[in-house]
């Protein structure tokens, strides 16, 4: 069974940055679709960035310019690198994986953005 840890969130002032990562099972990301979710207190899960097989990028436009995503050499890590972060910012975050009917999603990880 493929299984996502998430790791890299914590407590961050604003402006500053984090790097989350996220570690499979296996390097699955080679043929799915990485992706980087995040809910914040009241408010739905959204979509913050994706990563396809081919390694095609999507934002969202609250994050545009400031948070990039990748895989690394052997696509059995997905990364979100966070920089100028927002109060806005603060929720948990989930790494997700897809390929057509297929969908995995890790545990979530915290960032708070606070002075």
């Known amino acids: 069974q493929v299984q996502l840890v998430e790791s890299g969130g914590g407590l961050v002032q604003p402006g500053g940055s984090l790097r989350l990562s996220c570690a499979a099972s296996?390097?699955?990301?080679?043929?799915?679709?990485g992706g980087w979710y995040r809910q914040a207190p009241g408010k739905q899960r959204e979509l913050v960035a994706q990563i396809g097989s081919s390694g095609s990028t999507n934002y969202a436009d609250s994050v545009k310019g400031r948070f990039t995503i990748s895989r690394d050499n052997t696509k059995t890590t997905l990364r979100l690198q966070m920089n100028s972060l927002k109060p806005d910012d603060t929720a948990i975050y989930y790494c997700?994986?897809?390929?057509?009917?297929?969908?995995?999603w890790g545990q979530g990880t915290q960032v708070t953005v606070s002075s």
């Open positions: 997700q994986a897809d390929r057509g009917s297929e969908a995995y």
């Open positions: 296996r390097s699955f990301f080679t043929m799915y679709r």
